[in-house]
């Protein structure tokens, strides 16, 4: 099975900042790859897909990129709905997720 | 709207078999694929397996010998089963419709795996 390695596991910024989450896939997956957010008590709900588009109604200072095996999530002026956990996730094969980053404000 | 909600059990015995269902409305099974994905407490997320829309499934390997999904395209119902459940089984249990990603998924049902 691909697996998904995700960094950091944790981060702590401040509003408007800006944030990086990694995600390294053991093989290639060829920009099939998605990023979630999830809240506390919530379900999961999709950012980004296909590494870089939008997914409807996310707001524009969310974006992907990446190829091959390296991906990322990029956090432009960080919001306070913004602090919570982020998973990214291959959709070519055994649909894997990574070990999640929780972010926290500083 | 696409809907989906899991029920089931909230307590199931070591060594018993877990069942849950997952009715979705706004969508049909027949041209849709649901997954079934699960968190333990304070942990990150686990695809468990996946039924198609043409009805063939595909499982995790770490626990494809305990799992089966089934359906009822008529009653618009995706079923779980889980057999010989631990304690690490303990999780929110979510059910999503699935593309190559998870777009709609269930409110989820905590199971807790406990004598």
């Known amino acids: 099975d691909i697996q998904m390695t995700q960094s950091p596991a944790s981060l702590s910024a401040s509003l408007g900042e800006t944030v990086t989450i990694e995600c390294l896939a053991s093989e290639d997956i060829y920009d099939i790859l998605a990023w979630y957010q999830q809240k506390p008590g919530k379900s999961p709900q999709l950012l980004i897909y296909?590494?870089?588009s939008l997914h409807t109604g996310v707001p524009s200072r969310f974006s992907g990129s990446g190829s091959g095996t390296q991906y990322s999530l990029k956090i432009n002026s960080l919001q306070p709905e913004d602090f919570a956990s982020y998973y990214c996730?291959?959709?070519?094969?055994?649909?894997?997720f990574g070990s999640g980053t929780k972010l926290e404000i500083k | 709207q696409v809907q989906l909600k899991e029920s089931g059990p909230g307590l199931v015995q070591p060594s018993q078999t877990l069942s849950l269902t997952c009715t979705v409305s706004?969508?049909?099974?027949?041209?849709?694929?649901v997954s079934w994905i699960r968190q333990p407490p304070g942990k990150g997320l686990e695809w468990m397996g996946v039924i198609w829309s043409n009805g063939g499934t595909d499982y995790n390997s770490a626990i494809k010998s305990r799992l089966s999904i089934s359906r009822d395209t008529s009653k618009s119902q995706v079923f779980l089963k889980m057999n010989s459940l631990q304690t690490e089984d303990t999780a929110m249990y979510f059910c999503?419709?699935?593309?190559?990603?998870?777009?709609?998924w269930g409110q989820g049902v905590m199971v807790t795996v406990s004598s």
């Open positions: 296909d590494a870089s």
């Open positions: 706004g969508l049909s099974l027949t041209s849709n694929s």
């Open positions: 996730q291959n959709g070519l094969s055994a649909l894997t």
């Open positions: 999503a419709r699935n593309s190559y990603y998870f777009d709609y």
